[in-house]
């Protein structure tokens, strides 16, 4: 249930009081746009006794300064147990921002006593009144042709309000799909355009014009979560290529690794003494000058893995290669762009220190998790986990949201726990982070370290200060290389 439901319940509820009541309240649409106009539509009912009869209801409306609608209206005279809709215009400044405005109502008419004479009946209620900005979504990109797995800029543009949190996906059973990602993420995105690179994999997809369809998910400006989709018009004309070449291994950024390359004739003719080389320096092979996959037959495969060196950017890259091979005593070769997925080396390391020492039966500490990053490329969406079976937690959340963490840079959070074991011992922490690397995807480090809990006497507390062995010292001396050995960013 949204806020704009909770609040309707809320004006019904005020409203539906003995007298004068309003027994329905609606609004012509969930949201409105600046300068637009709506209608909201109240029912009053004269609920009072059988034979009381209530005359000359009126009612006085006040809204904000963004709302403009009629003051007040005469309704008239309501019969015992009589009924009559009301319907308020209103129209919504074009200036206005994004919020939910609340109009007020007050209800009032009079009734004759039967001794002698007259009662005044009241009412007050309130109702909301949704404005939006609403973002308004394009996507264009200068590429108009897919062959194969083909890389484009896509332009993504809004000319409408914020949109936050917005994620682009292609819905799988599209024939067209998304190539090394499941989506595009975009934190905020105002009233302009960004260009994203992405690489469109149109294989499955029959030659021609095509729609492509994305889906857009975002959160508007007041917080609101809106599903849209929209269409990218592009021609697909896929060559009946006669290699195909697959990766069978992953490779890493600035790191020497062994790069597994899978090439299958898909043809129909014997091809002699196919090789590939790498032709623009990007991908190094420290072995040899290049692949060298032999005689492959119609149908068959063959797999050939050396040792490389690149300094590519994690993800998937497209990079330029060479093939050439003899089919039927004729020398051939041709350029090919081959689809190279590149990780990262992003890890993270992480330290616990607990306040004050020794944890105690009973008592609440403040643990503080300390997470490094320790590889080369900057992470984000960096969150951290902490439980155990001998604390619980006295926060809102057992996790802790960090955001970005540049190379070489560290963030503390904290929680704050009550030992609930049932007596001391030693008993297991676990420590989740997640994050997201250089290439967009997701990564995942789970830590158990082990914790010790005290009675709290005197001879324990004075024996041993330590949340588990030297797991204290270590953070102590990471903060100490950190903050005071770590050069300062100019």
């Known amino acids: 249930m949204n806020m704009k439901h909770v609040l309707l319940l809320l004006v019904l509820f005020s409203a539906s009081f003995a007298g004068l009541s309003v027994t329905s309240t609606s609004v012509s649409q969930e949201s409105f746009k600046p300068g637009t106009n709506g209608v909201v539509t109240l029912v009053v009912a004269n609920t009072e006794a059988a034979t009381k009869a209530i005359t000359g209801v009126n009612m006085e409306v006040d809204s904000p300064p963004q709302i403009t609608i009629s003051g007040e209206i005469f309704i008239g ?38 001794m002698g004479g007259y009662e005044v009946f009241t009412r007050r209620l309130s109702f909301p009144i949704t404005v939006v900005h609403a973002p308004v979504f394009g996507l264009s990109a200068e590429e108009k042709v897919l062959n194969g797995i083909e890389q484009i800029n896509l332009n993504i543009s809004n000319s409408g309000g914020t949109a936050n949190n917005v994620r682009i996906r292609i819905p799988g059973d599209s024939e067209i799909a998304l190539y090394g990602r499941n989506e595009i993420f975009i934190s905020s995105l105002g009233e302009n355009s960004t260009v994203v690179p992405v690489s469109l994999d149109s294989r499955n997809a029959e030659d021609g014009p095509v729609d492509v369809p994305f889906k857009i998910e975002y959160e508007d400006e007041i917080g609101i979560h809106h599903i849209d989709e929209t269409f990218l018009r592009m021609t697909v004309r896929n060559e009946k290529l006669d290699l195909q070449i697959l990766q069978a291994s992953d490779i890493r950024t600035r790191s020497t690794d062994t790069l597994t390359l899978e090439v299958t004739n898909e043809g129909s003719e014997r091809l002699e003494d196919v090789t590939l080389m790498f032709s623009n320096g990007s991908i190094k092979i420290t072995e040899k000058e290049e692949y060298d996959f032999g005689d492959i037959g119609p149908g068959e495969s063959s797999t050939v893995s050396l040792s490389v060196f690149t300094e590519l950017p994690a993800g998937v890259n497209l990079v330029d290669a060479e093939l050439e091979w003899i089919e039927r005593d004729v020398q051939k070769s041709t350029s090919r762009m081959v689809p190279v997925t590149v990780t990262s080396d992003a890890d993270v390391g992480v330290f616990l220190e607990a306040k004050p020492l ?8 403040t643990i503080s998790v300390l997470v490094s990053n320790l590889g080369s490329f ?42 609930n074991a049932t007596g001391p011992g030693t008993y297991p922490a676990h420590i989740t982070v997640n994050y997201r690397d250089q290439s967009g995807g ?27 062995g030297s797991i204290v010292v270590v953070g102590a001396l990471l903060l100490w290389y950190f903050r005071l050995r770590k050069p300062s960013k100019k």
């Open 358 to 365: 020794p944890l105690i039966v009973g008592q609440e500490h």
């Open 442 to 468: 997701w990564k995942q480090k789970t830590l158990k370290q082990d914790i010790s809990i005290y009675n709290g006497t005197q001879e324990e507390s004075s024996s041993i200060p330590y949340v588990a």
């Open 77 to 114: 005279d309501l019969e015992p147990g009589g009924s009559t809709t009301v319907s308020l215009p209103f129209k919504v400044d074009k200036d206005a921002k994004s919020a939910i405005y609340t109009v007020r109502v007050d209800i009032s008419g009079v009734s004759d006593k039967p």
């Open 378 to 419: 900057n992470i984000e969406n960096v969150d951290v986990q902490f439980s155990s079976p001998a604390l619980k937690s006295i926060d809102i959340s057992d996790q802790q949201y960090i955001g970005g963490l540049q190379r070489d840079d560290f963030s503390t959070v904290q929680f704050q726990m009550e030992v």
